[in-house]
């Protein structure tokens, strides 16, 4: 039986690009109708072990806000 697949778009922006172009650099997560898009748990985690330094989501408010 064939299965469909997703990968949250965090994961699709670090798969496939260097740890040396992620190293240091800022990742921006945000949903255009408003949504929150606060990264789950697992997705911060490879956001940090993949060497991005700053996270930003959308809050669900319109404003972005850095995670801590």
Known sequence: IPFKTSIHAEADA???TSRQDLHGS???VFRHNYGL????HCCENLITVSGIKNIFYSNGNGCIEKMK
């Open 26 to 28: 800022s990742i921006l």
């Open 14 to 16: 670090i798969i496939g």
């Open 37 to 40: 898009a606060k990264p789950c």
